[in-house]
């Protein structure tokens, strides 16, 4: 009796143990991401991802390891973590420091030209290179005048200038300005600073929302104003879609 109860209580006590320790790892990973600064998933080099495994190896012991002390564990996350952060700081100031941690582009194809020996330092074989050209729509290689290989694996293509596209400023066509549209309704929710920045007010909103037979915010999924004062307005649970005086329903 005495032996289940031990168990029972060891049971209990390595479980919320768990709990904690699963929390204070989720909220200390949080942490130092954030610190560390965003970087979407296409733009990580092969450090940024070194760096990544070895803070997940860490925080897996200390979740998994019970001869791991939680100290250390953290500790580690704590420094791994600063080194980070100085290095990024670094690399911002130093080219010499960006390229020895990040390396450098490296070309591939010159003036119409395959570069033999950036194939062999990258060690990109000719169908791989081929398969990259075809994810940016070239299937003709006598079609580019330059190929760089990024530091983040991803190919950058400038295509010839008889193959390129034609655009405004080549026909002399005069354009409009085109910038961002900024957010005006969220789920229901008015964002007020923006509100602020493109210098209208609730009251314009709500007049707004009447041309689009809406009498209350709540029922807006999105509404968003462009730059040419056009709003955008999608209802909730509103799958049609027609024209109005302002944009698009």
Same mark, same amino acid.
Request: glycine share 6%; proline share 0%.
């Given at each position: 009796m005495v032996s289940n109860t031990y168990f029972l209580y060891e049971f209990h006590g390595l479980w919320y143990k768990t709990i904690g320790?699963?929390?204070?790892?989720?909220?200390?990973?949080?942490? @130092? /991401?954030? &610190?560390?600064?965003?970087?979407a998933i296409s733009q990580m080099t092969f450090f940024d991802f070194v760096?990544?495994?070895t803070l997940g190896s860490i925080t897996s012991n200390l979740l998994s390891d019970k001869n791991h002390p939680v100290v250390s564990s953290t500790t580690g996350l704590i420094i791994i973590s600063l080194l980070v952060i100085i290095l990024d700081y670094i690399h911002l100031k130093s080219y010499k420091t960006a390229k020895i941690i990040d390396s450098e582009p490296v070309v591939l194809v010159e003036n119409g030209n395959m570069v033999n020996k950036n194939f062999l330092k990258t060690r990109i074989t000719i169908l791989e290179f081929m398969q990259l050209l075809r994810e940016k729509n070239c299937f003709n290689i006598a079609d580019i005048e330059?190929?760089?290989?990024?530091?983040n694996g991803? @190919? /950058?293509? &400038?295509?010839?200038?008889?193959?390129?596209?034609?655009?405004p400023s080549d026909m002399k066509i005069p354009t409009e300005y085109k910038g961002l549209t900024k957010d005006i309704i969220l789920d229901g929710n008015i964002m007020f600073e923006n509100l602020k920045e493109v210098k209208q007010t609730k009251d314009w909103l709500l007049n707004e929302l009447k041309h689009f037979n809406v009498s209350n915010v709540n029922?807006?999924?999105?509404?968003?104003l462009d730059t040419s004062g056009k709003l955008y307005v999608s209802?909730?649970?509103?799958?049609?879609?027609?024209?109005?005086?302002y944009g698009i329903e």
């Open positions: 320790l699963t929390v204070f790892a989720y909220f200390l990973a949080l942490i @130092l /991401s954030r &610190l560390m600064g965003r970087k760096v990544g495994i330059y190929a760089i290989l990024e530091t991803k @190919l /950058s293509v &400038l295509f010839k200038s008889q193959k390129q596209a034609l655009t029922n807006v999924f999105y509404a968003g209802i909730k649970n509103n799958s049609s879609e027609k024209e109005g005086k």
